[in-house]
T-cell receptor, first 113, second 113 residues
Framework: DQQVKQNSPSLSVQEGRISILNCDYT??????FLWYKKYPAEGPTFLIS?????DKNEDGRFTVFLNKSAKHLSLHIVPSQPGDSAVYFC????????????FGKGTHLIIQP | NAGVTQTPKFQVLKTGQSMTLQCAQD?????MSWYRQDPGMGLRLIHY???????DQGEVPNGYNVSRSTTEDFPLRLLSAAPSQTSVYFC????????????FGPGTRLTVL
């Protein structure tokens, strides 16, 4: 049973517009959520995170929103740039973090000129 | 700092062969982990370590062994390779258990024939 779900395998957005990537989770024990970006033939790189005590976290062009009651988070990228084309993974961890990160399957974001 | 390094980058094995995937980090991180990524899937946790001399199983540990004799190194051993172990393997590290932001290596692409 997938505990972290990214239901859109791919998303195409025009350069300069907003990209919205969605993620749902089922495990109510998760208290820390992260977004990773991955280019082909490279390891994932950390993008932004949010603790369950917050509902929004911003870092430059990237904002993550958390809706705990809906068990849903989203990543907004504004404005989208060609270098943002990559696979984005949503990940979650439970208190203490000993069980590592639980990842979604990823969303391939394509920024079109 | 080199960050997290992995060797080899690519490896082809025959069914039944054994090998060790190397992982090293120079950030003095206590927590290290191994993930595998299969096509269309997120990353899944194989084994993790919270410090030298301490290891534990993740979600998909069967067929793999780990040890942690130093803080820096966390090798992953395939005991008797099977085609189902064809995957991309990522090593990651973080400062501590509760530190959700993990730093990933570039990955090892393994093919088992």
């Amino acid at each position: 049973d997938q505990q972290v779900k990214q239901n859109s395998p791919s998303l195409s957005v025009q350069e300069g517009r907003i990209s919205i990537l969605n993620c749902d989770y089922t495990n109510s024990m998760f208290d820390y959520f992260l977004w990773y970006k991955k280019y082909p033939a490279e390891g994932p790189t950390f993008l932004i995170s949010i603790s369950s005590i917050k509902d929004k976290n911003e870092d430059g062009r990237f904002t993550v929103f958390l809706n705990k009651s809906a068990k849903h988070l989203s990543l907004h990228i504004v404005p989208s740039q060609p270098g943002d084309s990559a696979v984005y993974f949503c990940a979650a961890s439970a208190p203490g973090g000993a069980d590592g990160l639980t990842f979604g399957k990823g969303t391939h974001l394509i920024i079109q000129p | 700092n080199a960050g997290v390094t992995q060797t080899p980058k690519f490896q082809v094995l025959k069914t039944g062969q054994s090998m060790t995937l190397q992982c090293a980090q120079d950030m003095n991180h206590e927590y290290m982990s191994w993930y595998r990524q299969d096509p269309g899937m997120g990353l899944r946790l194989i084994h993790y370590s919270v410090g030298a001399g301490i290891t534990d199983q993740g979600e998909v540990p069967n067929g793999y062994n780990v040890s942690r004799s130093t803080t820096e190194d966390f090798p992953l051993r395939l005991l008797s390779a099977a085609p189902s172990q064809t995957s991309v393997y990522f090593c990651a590290s973080s400062l501590g258990l509760a530190e959700g932001q993990q730093f990933f290596g570039p990955g090892t692409r393994l093919t088992v024939l």
